[in-house]
């Protein structure tokens, strides 16, 4: 999905379990090439190219990923995950583990900052779940790289998730040109900022953008910023590069 990596801020306990974006934040693959010439395009990440599993229940993983490394987690701890402890912003991503460590902060004697590091690793082992490369994934970026740059942008609040996504995939991280994942670039899908991201890193304006992705309220946004939508359920994988070329090329 579009928002297939875990959320942060507001509301976490609801929007995490989907999974960093200046343009090398989470693993650039090769370097900008020039894209002059035709689009380049970017790539959802999560139910996109992969699937991945995500906890049944990211607060009671996530609680007991700190067990596990010493820390006390409140009785109440489901109702701390599920509330706010930061600021919201539209179009905002923050780090989930400040998200953890603001909520243990909420119920006990200890300082955000204490437990910080300790949250960090927490949530990246709950998150740290199997995956699945998606049928004819490898050869669309394959034939895409070949013509123009390619990159992700994912929408994903645990750093360094996307990277560890790619590396455990079919699919070789150095055919992207640029990886944009959310919680790197501090914005997030539907937002015009993560889009510029993924486009700064492979060379061009968010208008000479292709976007492909599975989530229309997400990834579809792309188009009111003047940049082109394909949906997986529209094109499947293996027919992407070909409707590239063909529109775009």
Same mark, same amino acid.
């Given at each position: 999905?579009?928002?297939?990596?875990?959320?942060?801020?507001?509301?976490? !306990?609801?929007? #995490?379990?989907? %999974?960093?974006? /200046?343009?090398?934040?989470?693993?650039?693959?090769?370097? *900008?090439?020039?894209? @002059?010439?035709?689009?380049?395009?970017?790539?959802?990440l999560f139910g996109t190219l992969v699937e991945a599993e995500r906890p049944s229940d990211p607060a009671a993983a996530v609680a007991a990923e700190l067990r596990d490394r010493g820390v006390a987690v409140p009785d109440d701890w489901a109702d701390a995950y599920a509330e706010p402890h930061l600021p919201s912003e539209p179009g905002v991503e923050r780090p989930l583990h400040h998200h953890v460590a603001a909520a243990l902060a909420s119920r006990t004697?200890?300082?955000?900052?204490?437990?910080?590091?300790? !949250?960090?690793? #927490?949530?990246? %082992?709950?998150? /740290?779940?199997?995956?699945?490369?998606?049928?004819?994934? *490898?050869?669309?970026? @394959?034939?895409?790289?070949?013509?123009?740059?390619?990159?992700?942008?994912?929408?994903?609040s645990v750093p360094g998730l996307v990277a560890r996504t790619l590396d455990r995939s079919a699919l070789d991280p150095a055919s992207f040109d640029a990886v944009t994942a959310s919680v790197a670039c501090g914005r997030r899908k539907?937002?015009?900022?993560?889009?510029?991201?993924?486009?700064?890193?492979?060379?061009v304006s968010v208008d000479r953008l292709v976007h492909v992705g599975d989530d229309r309220a997400t990834d579809g946004?792309?188009?009111?910023?003047?940049?082109?939508?394909?949906?997986?359920?529209?094109v499947p994988l293996p027919e992407v590069p070909a409707h590239v070329e063909a529109r775009w090329g």
């Amino acid at each position: 999905m579009g928002g297939a990596g875990p959320r942060s801020g507001t509301g976490a !306990a609801d929007r #995490a379990g989907d %999974a960093d974006g /200046d343009t090398s934040g989470d693993g650039a693959g090769a370097g *900008v090439r020039d894209g @002059a010439g035709g689009a380049a395009v970017s790539f959802d990440l999560f139910g996109t190219l992969v699937e991945a599993e995500r906890p049944s229940d990211p607060a009671a993983a996530v609680a007991a990923e700190l067990r596990d490394r010493g820390v006390a987690v409140p009785d109440d701890w489901a109702d701390a995950y599920a509330e706010p402890h930061l600021p919201s912003e539209p179009g905002v991503e923050r780090p989930l583990h400040h998200h953890v460590a603001a909520a243990l902060a909420s119920r006990t004697a200890v300082e955000a900052r204490e437990v910080v590091d300790d !949250a960090a690793a #927490a949530v990246g %082992a709950a998150f /740290d779940r199997p995956v699945r490369t998606r049928e004819g994934a *490898v050869d669309a970026v @394959a034939a895409l790289a070949e013509r123009g740059p390619v990159g992700v942008c994912s929408n994903c609040s645990v750093p360094g998730l996307v990277a560890r996504t790619l590396d455990r995939s079919a699919l070789d991280p150095a055919s992207f040109d640029a990886v944009t994942a959310s919680v790197a670039c501090g914005r997030r899908k539907p937002d015009r900022g993560a889009f510029a991201a993924v486009a700064a890193g492979l060379g061009v304006s968010v208008d000479r953008l292709v976007h492909v992705g599975d989530d229309r309220a997400t990834d579809g946004a792309v188009a009111e910023y003047g940049g082109h939508a394909v949906f997986v359920d529209e094109v499947p994988l293996p027919e992407v590069p070909a409707h590239v070329e063909a529109r775009w090329g």
